[in-house]
């Protein structure tokens, strides 16, 4: 099963969104800022990384760039979300505007997941 880390300071919006994800049939863990998400990617290891744009202590753009220094994270592929019209973003991340279309945000999450790399393969082992 997949895991998203759902980053977002409007509670309102991270409840939303949780609930569209999970229907979705995704795990979801939530943070409210960019620090929390950053303490949490490691351990969490998640499957996509959708963040808010414009966050107190660290916005979506600080946060993408310090999961590309981290080897742990920097494959993890991440949405910026805002409402804002455009957004350069980092390699690795995707620009998703906050329309209220849940069918947008429903595509794009899909279409992360599918482009996510693929972990290592279990490696084969012969019985003797």
Do not use: W
């Amino acid at each position: 099963m997949n895991t998203v880390l759902l980053v977002d300071d409007e509670p309102s919006l991270l409840d939303l969104y949780t609930l569209v994800l999970e229907d979705l049939g995704l795990v979801v863990a939530t943070a409210v800022n960019g620090e929390e998400a950053l303490r949490m990617a490691p351990q969490l290891r998640p499957d996509l990384i959708i963040t808010d744009l414009m966050m107190p202590r660290m916005n979506g753009l600080e946060l993408c760039l310090c999961l590309q220094d981290d080897p742990r994270v920097r494959d993890i592929p991440v949405i910026i979300h805002s409402s804002m019209d455009a957004v350069v973003t980092p390699p690795g991340a995707v620009f998703l505007r906050k329309t209220g279309l849940l069918a947008e945000f429903e595509a794009q999450v899909a279409r992360s997941l599918a482009l996510k790399p693929p972990g290592p393969s279990p490696s084969l082992t012969s019985a003797a």
